[in-house]
């Protein structure tokens, strides 16, 4: 038996209770891993806020990364000692999948990673990029996975291309950083000076202060000579939606990624994506394969992820707390 943080119900941060699991050793086709790291993510909040239903005694986190202990019989792909990550979709291999198989994410429905070992089949992991700490590798099972989906294997970007981020959470500065490396101009918003003088240091090319500028759509159009940006990393939801759709050019790609600002939509400006024939693509993180191409990336362009503050696991209401603040930079991990 080892630790383990459990949700238990009602669902609430009081809930979180340090509790134990099981990790028996690994069956054929398996891996135990000793998690020596999880990273938040705003699902989670959800998730232990209550607003995701999950059942009582669930583990949370659905980000973990650490070091294979022991393989099963068959397991090929992975040896003691190495680094792994996990996937945030297990079942999605690559391709297409429906998603009614999309049945078994960590950290709700299935059990998550916010304990100190676990035994799960191989292909729920991949290989960490080398030279990574645990922390590092923790931060990109959703935020990273989305955004390598929303810029490389969606939007297809390249140099030369032009492309808006919102905000500094997770999504958005992995984003910017994938936009950077493919050689595109990018232009980011954020309410805050501090920030923005932070996200011109990751690459930014081009700022707006959203709070000075409420009209920031045709603050983009104005920085692009009138044409508007070629792919849109839409996480704000009906806060944003508008917006980003008058920033878009003409046949821009938007990935439709998150709703930090709610997921009621009343009105969906409708004729200015046919008037601009704008490709909206949902994006629900990844595969195991964007997963996989995303570690080669990110080696070959020596991408670091963004870390803000690390937590204690016997914490982690501590981590949501600051989390929800909206104070944090970067991605908010736990050190297990």
Excluded at 11 to 30: F, K, S, V, W
Excluded at 42 to 56: E, K, M, S, W, Y
Excluded at 137 to 160: E, F, I, M, N, Y
Excluded at 215 to 233: C, M, N, P, R, Y
Aim: proline share 5%; charged share 20%.
């Amino acid at each position: 038996m080892t630790r383990a943080m459990r949700l238990r119900q009602p669902a609430n941060l009081d809930n979180l209770r340090m509790e134990t699991a099981e990790a028996p050793p690994p069956g054929p086709g398996e891996i135990k891993v000793r998690v020596r790291a999880a990273a938040l993510n705003f699902r989670d909040g959800l998730v232990v806020g209550g607003f995701f239903p999950v059942a009582d005694g669930l583990i949370p986190l659905s980000d973990g990364a650490g070091e294979v202990i022991a393989v099963g019989e068959g397991v090929t792909a992975f040896a003691p000692g190495e680094r792994v990550v996990s996937t945030f979709h297990p079942n999605w291999l690559d391709g297409h999948i429906e998603k009614s198989e999309l049945t078994n994410s960590p950290g709700g429905p299935a059990q998550g990673f916010a304990c100190d070992e676990t035994t799960r089949p191989a292909t729920h992991f991949t290989r960490a990029p080398a030279g990574y700490s645990f922390a590092e590798s923790a931060s990109l099972t959703c935020a990273g996975v989305t955004a390598w989906r929303a810029v490389v294997t969606d939007g297809r970007v390249k140099p030369g291309a032009t492309v808006l981020v919102q905000g500094t959470g997770g999504v958005s500065l992995f984003a910017l950083q994938f936009a950077k490396a493919a050689g595109a101009t990018v232009i980011a918003t954020s309410s805050s000076a501090d920030k923005l003088e932070r996200l011109k240091a990751l690459g930014a090319d081009h700022l707006i202060n959203y709070r000075e500028t409420e009209q920031w759509g045709e603050a983009v159009l104005a920085l692009t000579g009138g044409l508007g940006v070629d792919h849109v990393i839409e996480v704000g939801g009906p806060n944003t939606i508008g917006q980003s759709f008058a920033a878009a050019r003409t046949g821009a790609h938007i990935a439709i990624i998150g709703a930090v600002g709610g997921f009621q939509v009343d009105t969906m400006p409708f004729a200015i994506v046919q008037a601009k024939r704008l490709n909206l693509q949902a994006v629900t993180v990844g595969s195991r394969r964007d997963q996989i191409d995303m570690v080669r990336g990110i080696e070959a362009s020596n991408i670091r992820p963004v870390l803000d503050r690390s937590f204690a696991l016997e914490d982690l209401a501590d981590a949501f707390r600051h989390l929800q603040s909206g104070r944090h930079f970067g991605k908010v991990t736990v050190e297990i």
